[in-house]
């Protein structure tokens, strides 16, 4: 990991999309597990996105919700798939 991890960071409108863990994502490992939880514990989207996104619905709902969804896709790609990139960077070269 290059960057720490961060409790409760701000996100952008729009999650990182591809195949290549960025930056932002590692800053933002803590953001995508706290989305995968409500995701699997049936929590409101607006609810989450006020909570873990600092987004307001109330006031932008469909750039709110837009938000949580990218967020919350790249959450499942990250635990379906980008894991091992992840641990494919953290294991060194092996000749």
Same mark, same amino acid.
């Given at each position: 990991?290059?960057?720490?991890?961060? +409790?409760?960071?701000?996100?952008?409108?729009?999650?990182?999309?591809?195949?290549?863990?960025?930056?932002?994502?590692?800053?933002?490992?803590?953001?995508?597990?706290? !989305? !995968?939880?409500? %995701?699997?514990?049936?929590?409101?989207? %607006?609810?989450?996105?006020?909570?873990?996104?600092?987004?307001?619905?109330?006031?932008?709902?469909?750039?709110?919700?837009?938000?949580?969804?990218?967020?919350?896709?790249?959450?499942?790609? +990250?635990?379906?798939?980008?894991?091992?990139?992840? +641990?494919?960077?953290?294991?060194?070269? %092996?000749?």
């Amino acid at each position: 990991m290059r960057v720490p991890v961060e +409790l409760d960071p701000d996100v952008d409108d729009e999650a990182p999309a591809g195949e290549v863990i960025t930056i932002y994502d590692e800053r933002h490992f803590v953001t995508y597990l706290r !989305l !995968l939880d409500a %995701k699997a514990e049936g929590a409101n989207w %607006k609810e989450v996105a006020r909570i873990v996104l600092h987004r307001d619905p109330a006031a932008e709902e469909s750039r709110t919700y837009r938000c949580w969804q990218s967020h919350l896709e790249r959450a499942q790609w +990250l635990s379906r798939e980008g894991y091992r990139r992840i +641990l494919e960077q953290a294991t060194p070269n %092996k000749a």
